[in-house]
């Protein structure tokens, strides 16, 4: 079956742009343009990004009230296609887009913008990754600082660099029997109660670590050291 990394590598990947934070353009389109995805979708303010990014999405999704004008009626000239739904809704527009991906066929989910401004939307951008999981797709957060994955039952090849700081954080109850390898706690059979805060900050000691969780479901945080 293959590990969680290399079945997101070797399938097909979108990418989602969100509304959150994101200051450095320059990394974040390299990214992007690196990872050759196979479907780009613009969620809202999202598309205000990809602009300033330079990067043409295939799709600009939600209820359009975060996108600058100038941007938007940018867009409207070009072949993107906008998918416009009410701002009353019981989705959020990160979920609709998640259900386009499913749509379309894709295996893996990219998702920038997730994190910083308000707590309550980055919080909810992280639970996604769950929601993403129980659909048969694999996700994971980028930003200029961090990677954040999601095991749950599973097992990853986690590439880096060595010295990069990762933090594993069992979520939805209990993590049992968890392997850690290449690193600087390395374990095996480790079981992690749930808000314990044991898996912060261990430390990668080659470019390539595994991870596995037996039973349990937890996050994979690597924090992206550039620059070195």
């Known amino acids: 079956m293959g590990t969680l990394v290399s079945r997101i590598i070797h399938g097909k990947t979108a ?6 934070q994101l200051d450095d353009y320059d990394y974040i389109r390299d990214v992007v343009n690196y990872n050759k995805y196979e479907l780009i979708i613009a969620v809202d303010g999202g598309a205000n990004h ?17 996108i600058d004008e100038e941007i938007r009626k940018y867009y409207e000239s070009s072949e993107v296609v906008f998918k416009k739904f009410p701002t009353k809704k019981d ?3 990160a979920e609709l887009a998640v259900w386009l991906v499913e749509e379309e066929g894709l295996l893996g ?29 694999y996700p994971r957060i980028i930003s200029e600082n961090e990677e954040i994955y999601i095991l749950k039952n599973d097992e990853m090849n986690l590439k880096g660099n060595i010295g990069d700081i990762v933090s594993i954080i069992p979520i939805m109850g209990d993590a049992r029997g968890i392997t850690l390898a290449n690193m600087e706690y390395s374990v095996e059979e480790l079981d992690l109660k749930y808000s314990i805060t044991r898996g912060i900050s261990n430390v990668m000691e080659a470019e390539e670590a595994f991870i596995n969780v037996r039973d349990g479901c937890m996050l994979v945080v690597r924090n992206i050291k550039r620059g070195r």
């Open 91 to 93: 989705e959020t527009d």
């Open 15 to 20: 990418c989602l742009v969100l509304n959150g």
């Open 50 to 66: 990809l602009y300033k990014m330079g990067i043409m999405p295939n799709y600009i999704l939600g209820d359009l009230d975060s």
């Open 109 to 137: 989910i990219d998702i920038y913008g997730a994190l910083g401004g308000r707590i309550d939307h980055e919080l909810a951008n992280i639970q996604l990754l769950y929601y993403i999981l129980e659909r048969g797709m």
